[in-house]
């Protein structure tokens, strides 16, 4: 690959990185995964992990399936409290 071609790709990537954080953001922020006083909302945050993970499953059975995607749901809804905190604090 030659240089343009280099730092074209890093550019888009840092572009797409930039909306994922904003999609974050904005979804943590109107779930209200974080608090005003600047505590996360632990009850919310896995309300948000539980939908996450019915989502993804959409069906599926398989017996790890659930225990996986609870756990994938887990780290996105954290992932996604912190976004929005950061994003409403600056």
């Not at 600047?38 to 945050?45: E, H, Q, V």
């Not at 993970?53 to 609870?70: D, E, P, S, Y």
């Not at 780290?75 to 905190?85: E, G, L, Y």
Request: proline content about 1%.
């Amino acid at each position: 690959m030659s240089r343009p071609a280099v730092a074209r790709r890093t550019y888009l990537e840092s572009v797409q990185a930039a909306r994922v954080e904003a999609l974050r953001a904005a979804s943590g922020t109107k779930a209200g995964l974080w608090t005003a006083a600047g505590g996360f909302d632990r009850r919310a945050i896995m309300t948000f992990a539980v939908h996450y993970t019915r989502a993804v499953l959409n069906g599926c059975i398989a017996r790890g399936c659930w225990r996986t995607a609870m756990a994938h749901g887990l780290k996105t809804a954290w992932a996604v409290a912190h976004a929005a905190r950061r994003a409403a604090t600056h």
